[in-house]
Nanobody, 124 residues
Framework: QVQLTESGGAKVQAGASLKLSCAASTLVFSNYAMGWFRQVPGKERQFVAF????????FYTDSVKGRFTISRDDAKNTMYLQMNSLEPEDTAVYFC?????????????????WGQGTQVTVSS
């Protein structure tokens, strides 16, 4: 398994931007597809975005398309989520995850390693 550590969460006002980071402790980060999920208390964890190995494919849930950008720097073993035009509905704990698979990346069960999460709070 890969150890993942998220950072960058904060409390911001609507319309602001944040950049989340996910640092991985592995020598073969490039072998993993990576994803971002978020969770609100009392609700199921929700898919946000994924990026394939080699950054060939990126995919977003509809509610964040055009506002969020997922990226990765394999030389730094780090994945990012740039979040612009934040809305109160984006308030959640954001988790990063790693998968050795190339398909099914919108499903949480596809991922075998998870971080502890970072809180993002957007006030109106």
């Amino acid at each position: 398994q890969v150890q993942l550590t998220e950072s960058g969460g904060a409390k911001v006002q609507a319309g602001a931007s944040l950049k989340l980071s996910c640092a991985a402790s592995t020598l073969v980060f490039s072998n993993y597809a990576m994803g971002w999920f978020r969770q609100v208390p009392g609700k199921e964890r929700q898919f946000v975005a994924f990026i394939s190995r080699g950054s060939v494919v990126t995919f977003y849930t509809d509610s964040v398309k055009g506002r969020f950008t997922i990226s990765r720097d394999d030389a730094k073993n780090t994945m990012y989520l740039q979040m612009n035009s934040l809305e109160p509905e984006d308030t959640a704990v954001y988790f990063c995850a790693a998968s050795v698979k190339d398909t099914g990346l919108t499903r949480g069960t596809t991922y075998n390693s998870w971080g502890q999460g970072t809180q993002v709070t957007v006030s109106s």
